[in-house]
């Protein structure tokens, strides 16, 4: 009994958050013009303090290195099936932003976050910070194809100029360089990851309240919608054991090493896949392959926590 309070404990409030998220759209309560300013304040200044105080304060170990790395070869590997698929049997144009790409931020990072803490954001958040080296020529690459004026140069700019990925880099580079621990020593480390903590403090929330808010699934189109979707997961399961196997390699690796790893391969693909579409029935798809996931995430998370409280 006690070791269910504790699941409950967790993921009761994630479901929370999904749920009246859900409500407000259905009861016209917050319309998507001001969630989009919700969705802006958590995206450009919570989020970005998550993972810029958890990678100033991370002990970066060998594990969370090859796991990075690791993610690399994998999501190019599948971007590259994507893009042939498009060509041959699954002709939507954003299919390989579905399999680029996980959605590491909106869901992933508040997800690890409940469970584990803040502090351990950076296990997680490098490897959001790796596949970003993939995700940005592909959004390029289908950007400069959909008919938009956007150049290549501009949406690469706009990435690079991301503050998640700038704020990553910011926390790693003060960390590995031995700045942190002088600010620490001189006091002002405390107050430096105090004040990025208290910004970061609604992001899981409003996260998960996007999430429930834009859950979505077309009806005309649920046969393809399966399809893709249980693509996607069965490869990404393939890809989790890879890495979890890589990882029994190197001795000693931390386990939320590896929880990280797997709760990043449940995670269902960017949330951005939709908007890459040229028309309806690719936003449609790609909507409803990001909706599935994001069910199947859940539900995969509700077992991972009952795991970890064992």
Same mark, same amino acid.
């Given at each position: 009994?006690?070791?269910?309070?504790?699941?409950?404990?967790?993921?009761?409030?994630?479901?929370?958050?999904?749920?009246?998220?859900?409500?407000?759209?259905?009861?016209?309560?917050?319309?998507?013009?001001?969630?989009?300013?919700?969705?802006?304040?958590?995206?450009?200044?919570?989020?970005?303090?998550?993972?810029?105080?958890?990678?100033?304060?991370?002990?970066?170990?060998?594990?969370?290195?090859? %796991?990075? /790395?690791?993610?690399?070869?994998? &999501?190019?590997?599948?971007? #590259? =099936?994507?893009? @042939? +698929?498009?060509?041959?049997?699954?002709?939507?144009?954003?299919?390989?932003?579905?399999?680029?790409?996980?959605?590491?931020?909106?869901?992933?990072?508040?997800?690890?976050?409940?469970?584990?803490?803040?502090?351990?954001?950076?296990?997680?958040?490098?490897?959001?910070?790796?596949?970003?080296?993939?995700?940005?020529?592909?959004?390029?690459?289908?950007?400069?194809?959909?008919?938009?004026?956007?150049?290549?140069?501009?949406?690469?700019?706009?990435?690079?100029?991301?503050?998640?990925?700038?704020? %990553?880099? /910011?926390?790693?580079?003060?960390? &590995?360089?031995?700045?942190? #621990? =002088?600010?620490? @020593? +001189?006091?002002?480390?405390?107050?430096?990851?105090?004040?990025?903590?208290?910004?970061?403090?609604?992001?899981?929330?409003?996260?998960?309240?996007?999430?429930?808010?834009?859950?979505?699934?077309?009806?005309?189109?649920?046969?393809?919608?399966?399809?893709?979707?249980?693509?996607?997961?069965?490869?990404?399961?393939?890809?989790?054991?890879?890495?979890?196997?890589?990882?029994?390699?190197?001795?000693?690796?931390?386990?939320?090493?590896?929880?990280?790893?797997?709760?990043?391969?449940?995670?269902?693909?960017?949330?951005?896949?939709?908007?890459?579409?040229?028309?309806?029935?690719?936003?449609?798809?790609?909507?409803?392959?990001?909706?599935?996931?994001?069910?199947?995430?859940?539900?995969?998370?509700?077992?991972?926590?009952?795991?970890?409280?064992?």
């Amino acid at each position: 009994m006690e070791q269910c309070l504790m699941v409950l404990c967790i993921i009761a409030p994630i479901f929370a958050a999904v749920f009246i998220g859900a409500a407000a759209r259905k009861n016209n309560i917050i319309t998507a013009q001001q969630l989009g300013g919700l969705q802006q304040f958590a995206v450009k200044f919570g989020l970005p303090c998550v993972l810029f105080n958890s990678c100033f304060t991370a002990n970066i170990t060998a594990e969370s290195v090859t %796991s990075m /790395l690791l993610v690399l070869p994998l &999501l190019f590997a599948s971007s #590259a =099936w994507a893009f @042939s +698929a498009r060509r041959k049997k699954y002709r939507y144009h954003n299919l390989p932003m579905m399999f680029s790409a996980q959605e590491s931020g909106m869901l992933g990072i508040p997800l690890f976050i409940a469970l584990f803490g803040a502090q351990h954001a950076y296990r997680i958040g490098m490897l959001d910070l790796a596949q970003s080296f993939i995700a940005i020529p592909v959004i390029a690459v289908l950007t400069s194809d959909s008919g938009k004026n956007s150049s290549i140069k501009e949406i690469a700019g706009k990435v690079f100029r991301s503050p998640l990925l700038l704020m %990553s880099l /910011l926390g790693l580079a003060l960390n &590995l360089s031995g700045a942190a #621990a =002088w600010l620490n @020593s +001189a006091g002002w480390g405390e107050v430096i990851s105090q004040t990025a903590g208290f910004i970061s403090q609604p992001v899981s929330a409003s996260m998960l309240f996007s999430v429930g808010y834009n859950f979505s699934i077309s009806k005309g189109n649920r046969k393809i919608i399966f399809r893709v979707a249980a693509l996607h997961f069965a490869l990404f399961m393939l890809f989790c054991g890879v890495m979890q196997a890589a990882l029994l390699l190197i001795p000693d690796v931390d386990p939320m090493t590896r929880w990280a790893v797997l709760i990043y391969g449940i995670l269902p693909p960017s949330y951005l896949s939709p908007s890459m579409g040229r028309n309806e029935k690719e936003y449609t798809v790609a909507s409803g392959v990001c909706s599935i996931l994001t069910v199947v995430t859940l539900a995969l998370f509700c077992v991972i926590t009952g795991l970890c409280l064992r």
